[in-house]
């Protein structure tokens, strides 16, 4: 076939455009394209009727402003708010619709080239596959099977020229924005005032600029849906891609419906129609996912904005889609340019729509419109940053757009719940807002700070729950498993005969990945605003705020009224960890909380490490005398604290709060046996009906508690949350460290007997948090342990347990030596590496034994009440690590040289005789009062003889004496197996004089009992 040239091309073109025909069916609903494909001019052509028109001048696309260089700025119409529209000619129009200056526009062509952010690959795809449709600019009358060749010589052809020409412009503006001037017809809008100004003026008089076209036809669009005698102009048009659900309901609320995978058209009518009609039943196809709860409901009203709103969001998503069609064509400078164009104009006549200037101004405290679309993630790619972008230039019209947007989401927000994914749409919707970035700056992290609720002042003791329930962020932090905060989850996923340990792990594992998913979300909010210079003191102060307002929640008895949810604080605290994960703790200054500007209110009668009362305010006194010995805080700093703060007011409680509940479960299952197994007494008594009741009451409770601890089991026992909160003890460990000798990690025992008045001025829980969360972690967790940072947690365990004269409170001192006993095999097989790695650390072969000797007799006098008690379980602890440390030849070696000439032996053998009595002797009273009552009991007819409340009395007592012969015998049977140990393998020091009186009269003394 003999090739074309590119003027035969040309002429057979405009031969084509000028035949005449009809436009070809509307588009189906699924169609990717953004129009229906049109043949005919929808413009009046020059000349008479019917006569073949002549192919204008090149220079007539430069004369109507299409070209790069001879755009003309205008004056954006976000100006004219409140501004009636009160001229329809075209310079009245013209003022209202032009767009943003010049410079703004080259931003929005590099916007133009990005492919939409959630269009579906298939969708994509099939967008590319159908290049050969006419694109508007562009089509030749060829056979089928030349059809692809032609359009390929078209597009070569076209890519030589810098220029379009203007029957090209005019066709592409109309196919993008749906509208004709010549003749009514389907699927497109009719403006008959441009077509009166066509059939009476040329073209040059109509319009300067293409710019100024796009401009008035937009405005006469929506001028036209807002005039009552005038038959609604959307009814008539198709959507172009598959429909987000806007539906109206009975109560004139919109139920949001979640778009299927395959679009991502922007919010269109599910009737396949722009009009009113198509908000007239409820339903989309491809199979959305409805928010059908009620909570789930956000309202908007139904009225003439939705239906611009819808227009203008479906035509700035068709250049998306134009471009994607036919990218080398759309590439071109001039088209580039025109497509840049009509997407600031939809933004600009956007923002005349969200201001209600067209129909009736919207008060600040209404819903925004956007925020529907932006929930269901069905907004063009680029809408939102651009509609930033041209408002930004006006602080009160950006305002006036955005505050109702942040409001609206979090309205949105304290509707949602882990019941369902919906939680995630606000938070990555407004997450996305605080990524817009202007230069270096985050436009809407400034406006967000600026709201009055972004930090309220307290109004109540409630001042915990008052920052959460009040401040901006408080609803989207607030999202949580915890049965106490959202009992949804629990009825959703731990209700039902059908829940069993397999099902409960599989969900524990998804609530744990939504967790995950929200946080990271949480992260880059807080994280988007302390970038932002402008608002990262004012994020400091939030943060802040939250953990001083909380202190209350460290106490063992606390109004959980008063304070924040586990919840809230323990998402806040997974945002911090992550925000604290690359700070170098050479940043880190340690003296920062004494600093006279440190954002943190530490309480002057917080338990100190070592120092009193007195010689802390000595020495603070001193150190603010010398201003030097401060330095500017820095964020490192200020942000790893607030972390290690918010440890303690959210981890910690968390895990106490656990605890109790597995007590309290395990006293209910013990209350519903002793009830089961009594029941032949009761039942035929006249308190039956009572002990029914509270049977009734107790198994209620029980599944209560049952379905509570299967929440936080999800929310507490993730092992992502415990690795991180453990890498962050690690941090925390090393500074301290570093604190008592300066020569860490190369350190050496024992310590300075100078203890370095900043260390002993930190409260005690700095060290007190880190033994009761390890406690934790070994018991319900123990996998976690092994990690990198553990070495360091080793290291700081034997320290201070070989370093007692640091720490002033022996029961610290305690929990640290309870850490070696649960992680010792003999207690926990899963931490036999932890276990070992404390054995042959080497600071702990020559200082470790000898150390818990000295604390084994300490122990005797810890100047609590309850001393005579406490001291039994401590010793029974070292006494599980010494049997350990037996077994290792390295301390076997350093407990002879102890026995032999060790300054401890004598005091610890000493304290071991005398617990072994005790332990004895109140054991077997037990005994002895225990067989006494079970003898009472098998004589049944001395026994039924008795009064039921000395009945009663006795099962107390015998319930009683069974519980404390059990601890005691555990406690002797520990002694008495360190005694046998200890004189097997050691005889010499036993033979001293000191102990031959003792050892006769010892067995022979139990042995008469």
């Excluded at 953004?34 to 430069?62: D, F, I, K, N, V």
């Excluded at 501004?83 to 075209?90: F, G, L, N």
């Excluded at 976690?784 to 070989?802: A, K, N, R, S």
């Amino acid at each position: 076939m003999e090739e074309l040239s590119a003027d035969e091309i040309r002429r057979r073109r405009l031969a084509r455009l000028a035949g005449g025909q009809t436009s070809q069916p509307s588009t189906p609903l699924s169609t990717p394209l953004t129009s229906p494909q049109r043949e005919t001019p929808p413009w009046p052509l020059p000349g008479t009727s019917g006569a073949t028109p002549q192919p204008l001048p090149p220079a007539a696309s430069h004369s109507l402003g299409l070209n790069v260089q001879s755009v003309t700025p205008a004056t954006s119409p976000i100006g004219a708010s409140g501004v009636a529209y009160c001229s329809q000619s075209s310079e009245g129009v013209s003022s209202l619709s032009s767009s943003p200056s010049n410079s703004l526009e080259t931003q929005s062509q590099s916007l133009s080239r990005s492919q939409s952010m959630d269009i579906d690959t298939a969708s994509c795809e099939k967008s590319m596959s159908q290049v050969d449709v006419d694109s508007g600019i562009e089509n030749m009358e060829v056979e089928d099977s030349d059809r692809r060749e032609k359009r390929d010589l078209a597009e070569k052809e076209s890519a030589e020229n810098s220029d379009v020409s203007e029957e090209q412009a005019l066709q592409l503006i109309c196919k993008i924005l749906r509208v004709s001037w010549k003749e009514q017809d389907r699927d497109v809008i009719f403006l008959p005032l441009l077509a009166a100004e066509f059939h009476q003026s040329s073209l040059k008089d109509v319009f300067s600029d293409f710019k100024d076209l796009i401009g008035q036809i937009l405005m006469e669009v929506l001028l036209m849906s807002t005039q009552l005698h005038v038959h609604n102009p959307f009814a008539s048009l198709t959507a172009t891609s598959e429909p987000i659900a806007a539906a109206k309901s009975l109560d004139h609320h919109l139920t949001l419906i979640q778009p299927s995978s395959q679009g991502s058209s922007p919010m269109a009518p599910c009737a396949g129609s722009f009009g009113a009609s198509s908000l007239s039943s409820l339903g989309v196809s491809g199979g959305g996912m409805a928010w059908e709860s009620c909570g789930d409901r956000f309202t908007i009203e139904a009225c003439k904005e939705t239906e611009m709103l819808n227009y203008l969001i479906e035509r700035f998503d068709s250049v998306g889609m134009e471009e994607r069609k036919a990218p080398k064509i759309c590439s071109h400078p001039s088209v580039s340019q025109l497509l840049s164009n009509i997407r600031s104009q939809c933004i600009s006549h956007a923002v005349l729509v969200l201001q209600g200037a067209l129909t009736q101004p919207r008060s600040p405290l209404q819903q925004s419109l956007l925020v529907p679309y932006m929930l269901c993630r069905n907004l063009p790619y680029g809408f939102i940053q651009e509609l930033a972008r041209i408002t930004y230039q006006e602080e009160e019209v950006f305002r006036q757009i955005f505050v109702p947007i942040l409001q609206g989401l979090g309205l949105a927000v304290k509707e949602c719940s882990f019941d369902s994914d919906n939680f995630k749409f606000p938070l990555m919707a407004l997450a996305e807002l605080c990524e817009i970035k202007f230069g270096k700056t985050h436009p809407m992290c400034n406006l967000m700070t600026s709201l009055p609720l972004w930090c309220p002042k307290s109004l109540s003791p409630g001042t915990g729950r008052e920052v959460q329930r009040l401040s901006f962020l408080g609803a989207f932090f607030s999202l949580s498993v915890f049965a106490e905060d959202d009992s949804k989850v629990g009825d959703k996923y731990f209700s039902g005969p059908a829940i069993t340990t397999e099902n409960t792990r599989v969900v524990s594992q998804s609530l744990q990945h939504y967790l995950e998913s929200a946080r990271g979300e949480m992260f880059k909010i807080l994280h988007n605003v302390l970038l932002n210079g402008e608002t990262r003191e004012v994020a400091l102060n939030y943060m802040a705020a939250l953990v001083n307002r909380n202190v209350k929640k460290a106490q063992m008895q606390t109004d959980d009224k008063l304070v924040s949810t586990d919840g809230f604080m323990i998402n806040f605290l997974s945002v911090l960890q992550q925000l604290s994960m690359k700070i170098k703790l050479e940043t880190v200054d340690p003296y920062y909380i004494f600093h006279p500007h440190c954002r943190l209110h530490v309480s002057p009668e917080e338990t100190r490490l070592k120092a009193t009362m007195e010689e802390l305010k000595t020495w603070l006194g001193e150190m603010y005398n010398d201003p030097s010995k401060f330095s500017e805080p820095k964020f490192p700093t200020e942000c790893f604290f607030l972390t290690l703060h918010t440890h303690h007011l959210s981890i910690l409680p968390g895990c106490r709060r656990y605890i109790r509940r597995l007590r309290a479960i395990r006293e209910l299952n013990r209350t519903v046996e002793e009830l089961k197994n009594s029941e032949s007494q009761w039942k035929d008594s006249p308190l039956a009906s009572r002990h029914r009741e509270m049977l009734k009451r107790c198994k209620t409770q029980l599944k209560k508690l049952v379905r509570s601890k299967a929440c936080a089991d999800a929310g507490l026992l993730d092992e992502n949350l415990l690795r991180r909160c453990l890498q962050f003890y690690s941090m925390v460990i090393q500074l301290i460290l570093r604190m008592v000798d300066p020569a860490y990690p190369h350190m050496s025992l024992p310590l300075n007997p100078e203890i370095p008045k900043s260390f002993a001025a930190l409260p005690e829980f700095y060290i007190e948090d880190v033994a009761e969360f390890l406690l934790f972690v070994v018991q319900y967790s123990p996998q976690v342990l092994y990690e990198p940072c553990v070495q360091d947690i080793v290291t700081f365990l034997v320290v201070f347990i070989c370093s007692q004269n640091y720490i002033r409170n022996p029961y610290l001192i305690a929990k640290l030596v309870e850490v070696l006993f649960v992680t010792n095999p003999a207690v926990q097989l899963r931490t036999q590496r932890f276990s070992e790695m404390m054995e042959n650390h080497p600071l702990s072969v020559k200082q470790l034994v000898p150390a818990l000797m000295k604390f084994y007799t300490d122990v005797e006098h810890t100047g609590a009440t309850s001393e005579f008690y406490d001291k039994f379980t401590i010793r029974y602890h070292i006494s599980t690590i010494f049997k350990s440390l037996w077994q290792n030849m390295g301390h076997h070696g350093t407990f002879l040289e102890e026995f032999n000439s060790g300054k401890q032996f004598v005091r610890y053998i000493n304290m071991l005789i005398n617990d072994t009595t005790f332990l004895l002797d109140e054991s077997l009273e037990s005994l002895k009062r225990i067989h006494e009552v079970q003898e009472e009991m098998k004589n049944k007819e001395q026994w039924d003889q008795l009064p039921r409340e000395q009945q009663q009395s006795r099962q107390s007592q015998l319930t009683q004496d069974e519980r404390v012969s059990r601890s005691y015998l555990a406690l002797a049977t520990e002694t008495v197996d360190m005694f046998h140990i200890l004189t097997k393998q050691v005889q010499k020091p036993f033979l001293r004089v000191l102990f031959t009186t003792w050892w006769p009269s010892f067995p022979f003394f139990f042995c008469q009992q």
